[in-house]
């Protein structure tokens, strides 16, 4: 059964679309997949079961990343193509049946929209695929060591919608220190190979002795083995909170200008807090804050934060 699988652009969205593609594999466990994404996907479909082939779809003038794909698909006959971009590209190819995004109506968790507009049944949550490979350097990099680890996301692809540098060391400082939930704990800081500069603050914030620097230096499956033995995941809105929820991490995100009840991470042990302003009202004056960091995310506490980490590290006990 060959299937055509088209994800999305960025890591996050990707993320949200595994179960779909987890779908497709228990419907057809044979089934001989070509997976087109976003550069920085490729490597979350590169060890699935089935994946034949993995094309990163890069953006260029005229769509080009549209007529490349194309090229690469027009000569065959797919059995099944499902687009989760909702495009018009799938009616292009030959296709026995074709499965194309809708977004339902009614809102809800992305999620449960992909289900809903894929008319997919069964079990859709994402997962990951880490190959055998990145759970050993993931073992590597954390070592025997039996203190807790709590990970930290601090970058984000908006810097304004990434809390401030100093909350996280404030957040960090009342978790890790004595009498916090997790005294001595190492601290991971997880970010993108682009992402240092917003990162530094944060690194240079936890001593070195309990630093794990993971800020664009493995590569993303490891990074996921680690975040997934990890104690807690604290992230802002982010590919890299999917990540983690998609690893098992218990994660905790931190929303401002996106909607948590679209984007919230996902997993049994999950939450969300979010600033006093709703998504809506701080996306409205987003103009007026010159892409400083932290800036849309001022209504966010450390203490809020703190708490709702104490309560999500008490459901894992």
């Known amino acids: 059964m060959r299937t055509l699988f088209i994800s999305s652009t960025r890591l996050g969205d990707a993320i949200l679309t595994s179960g779909a593609l987890a779908w497709v594999l228990r419907r057809a466990p044979e089934a001989r997949i070509t997976v087109a994404c976003g550069p920085v996907a490729t490597e979350l479909f590169a060890a699935v079961p089935g994946v034949e082939r993995v094309i990163a779809m890069r953006k260029g003038p ?45 809102g809800g968790h992305r999620v449960d929209q992909i289900r809903d507009g894929l008319r997919l049944d069964g079990d859709t949550e994402p997962r990951l695929w880490i190959p055998d490979a990145d759970s050993r350097r993931a073992a590597q990099i954390l070592g025997e060591v039996r203190d807790p680890v709590l990970a930290v996301a601090p970058t984000a692809n908006w810097p304004p919608k990434a809390w401030a540098a100093d909350r996280f060391a404030g957040m960090l400082a009342a978790l890790t220190g004595p009498g916090g939930a997790l005294p001595g704990a190492r601290v991971l800081v997880a970010g993108g ?125």
């Open 193 to 317: 190979p682009a992402e240092r500069a917003l990162a530094a603050p944060v690194l240079a914030a936890v001593p070195e002795a309990r630093r794990i620097d993971l800020v664009g230096t493995e590569s993303l499956m490891t990074l996921a083995a680690c975040l997934g033995r990890c104690r807690l995941v604290v992230a802002n809105d982010s590919g890299l909170m999917h990540l983690a929820a998609a690893a098992g991490a218990p994660t905790l995100g931190l929303f401002g200008p996106s909607d948590a009840a679209h984007y919230a991470p996902r997993g049994p042990l999950t939450a969300w807090v979010r600033t006093d302003e709703l998504a809506t009202a701080l996306l409205a004056r987003s103009g007026q804050v010159n892409d400083a960091p932290g800036a849309l995310m001022t209504g966010l506490p450390v203490a809020r934060v703190v708490d709702a980490a104490e309560t999500l590290l008490a459901r894992t006990d």
């Open 62 to 106: 005229w769509q080009a990343q549209w007529r490349m794909l194309w090229r690469e698909a027009a000569g065959i006959r797919w059995d099944l193509v499902v687009d989760l971009r909702g495009s018009l590209f799938a009616w292009t190819v030959r296709a026995r049946e074709r499965r194309v995004f809708r977004t339902p109506g009614g």
